[in-house]
């Protein structure tokens, strides 16, 4: 590939395969496009491709681990819209029949809306549902530390492999 740059200030102009015959500064690289992602990272100095900048890199590993993130959310929770908010109402509703000495089940819809379907009667339904949000909630820890440790880590990379190392860490969560 050949890179044609302003030898004013090193900035790649444009990038092209093959030997067309264009005026202008160019170097010969074997890269691919691919291989230099966002051109703005990048010049030529003294005639050598050189990585003048990591902040292209540091954006594509920020949108990869909000990807990661968003799946490994997905994976534990039924991704609809209203749905956390329904989890929470559960939990409350959970909460509040299992502090009350006599409930009445007509006062708690979700409850009675689910009881017999999830689980036979209400206080079996109530232990579920506060089970479920302390499984969810320690699963949201995990996740949540994973994602703010990434984080820290992309920003903190001093070099590509820094950054595809921080990125590695994303893999166990997600088989």
Do not use: H
Request: glycine content about 8%; aromatic content about 6%; proline content about 6%.
């Amino acid at each position: 590939m050949r890179i044609w740059y302003d030898p004013a200030d090193g900035r790649i102009l444009c990038t092209l395969t093959g030997t067309p015959d264009l005026p202008g500064e160019y170097i010969e690289t074997g890269l691919t496009a691919e291989d230099l992602g966002d051109l703005t990272g990048w010049a030529v100095i003294g005639g050598e491709l050189v990585r003048i900048s990591l902040e292209p890199l540091r954006q594509e590993a920020r949108v990869a681990l909000t990807a990661a993130i968003t799946r490994a959310r997905a994976g534990l929770i039924t991704a609809l819209p209203g749905q956390d908010m329904i989890y929470l109402a559960k939990e409350a509703e959970a909460r509040a029949w299992v502090a009350a000495t006599d409930p009445d089940l007509a006062t708690f819809p979700l409850l009675s809306a689910e009881t017999g379907i999830t689980a036979p009667d209400p206080d079996q339904l109530a232990q579920l549902w506060l089970n479920m949000a302390d499984l969810w909630r320690s699963a949201a820890a995990g996740l949540e530390a994973l994602r703010l440790s990434t984080q820290a880590a992309i920003a903190a990379a001093g070099s590509p492999e820094d950054i595809t190392a921080a990125l590695a860490a994303l893999t166990p969560q997600e088989s």
